[in-house]
């Protein structure tokens, strides 16, 4: 088992690929209709309001809702915890040699 700080996850290069990102869960928000009265129905990340066609992503670990879009920017700017809830997006299995090279 491994233990990052936040600053080094961070400060890691976009040069790591993370494959989880070309498998972010993928659907039309209007596909989404289990959706709870208590859900949001705009975007934390733009604070845009969801239309019926938008291609949005429902996280995994916690079931927030973000336009794809969104989030794969806010992933690519090295920010790897839902904006929302901070849970972890990705698993911290990152490859030892990647790690040791910063």
Partial sequence: ?????????????KEIQFPEISSLPVARFQDLQCLREDD?????IC???FEDEDAVSKLRRCNHIFH????????????FSCPL???FL???NLHTKEFNEY
């Fill in 68 to 79: 794809l879009s969104c989030i794969q920017q806010w992933i690519e700017r090295n920010q």
């Fill in 1 to 13: 088992m491994a233990f990052f700080s936040c600053d080094t996850i961070k400060g890691m290069s």
């Fill in 47 to 49: 604070l845009v309001e």
């Fill in 40 to 44: 949001d129905e705009t975007c934390s």
């Fill in 90 to 92: 990705f698993s911290h």
């Fill in 85 to 87: 809830c901070r849970s």
